[in-house]
Structure formats: C-alpha cells, structure tokens
C-alpha cells in the first residue's frame, strides 16, 4: 500500500537550516507530483510547496519564497523540501502529499496520500 514516512524535522534557531525528507513506497513514484503543506497551531493549512512527476516544474508558496526549495529524486523515490533562513512563523506540522497526477494542484482535492507529518520547531 502506499506509505509516505517524513523525517528531518526538529528544532532550528531562527537563522538556521533543515531538510526535510519524505520516502515514498507502495507507487510508481516518478509518476506523480509531490508537495508539502503545513499546518501551526491555530492556523490554517497552507501549501508550502510542490513539484512535478519529473521535477521540471516547481512550486514555492510566497511565504517561503527564496528560503525554501523543493525537489526530488525519482530514483530514491523520495521528495525534500529544504528550508533555509528559518523563522519562527515556519514552526508547524509538515506534512508530505502524493498528487493524484503528474501535475501538481495546491488543493486537497488533487491529493490522495499523505503522511504522519514531522515536525518543525524554530525558536531561540
């Protein structure tokens, strides 16, 4: 079955740097987009990024823009996001999603699996 296991969460000073990493089995992974979204305590859902089943096309949300990057590597079937330049608003739950397709759609309809999450806490 399809199984998605985030890791490299943690606590980061505010400045600093995490990847986060999420292994995916159970699906041809090179055929489907990926994303990451995150969730903080008393706030929303927010899409932070997503790519493509081929890696060509990417999306970052403009709260993160210029600090975190997504990307993949099909042959390990795994998808990171590293994020860089960390603030305290980045502190949430992040959570891995599998697109229902090669394209990626910042919804939760275009989603059909998704992961425990890890977690990220930035604070000094």
């Known amino acids: 079955q399809v199984q998605l296991v985030e890791s490299g969460g943690g606590l980061a000073q505010p400045g600093g740097s995490l990847r986060l990493s999420c292994a995916a089995s159970?699906?041809?992974?090179?055929?489907?987009?990926m994303s990451w979204a995150r969730q903080a305590p008393g706030k929303g859902h927010e899409w932070v990024s997503g790519i493509n089943a081929d890696g060509s096309v990417t999306y970052i949300a403009d709260s993160v823009q210029g600090r975190f990057t997504i990307s993949r590597d099909n042959a390990k079937n795994t998808v990171y996001l590293q994020m860089n330049s960390l603030k305290p608003d980045d502190t949430a739950l992040y959570h891995c999603?599998?697109?229902?397709?090669?394209?990626?759609?910042?919804?939760?309809?275009?989603?059909?699996?998704w992961g425990q999450g890890t977690q990220v806490t930035v604070s000094s």
């Open positions: 159970g699906f041809t992974f090179s055929s489907y987009a």
């Open positions: 999603y599998k697109g229902r397709s090669s394209a990626y759609t910042p919804a939760f309809s275009g989603q059909d699996y």
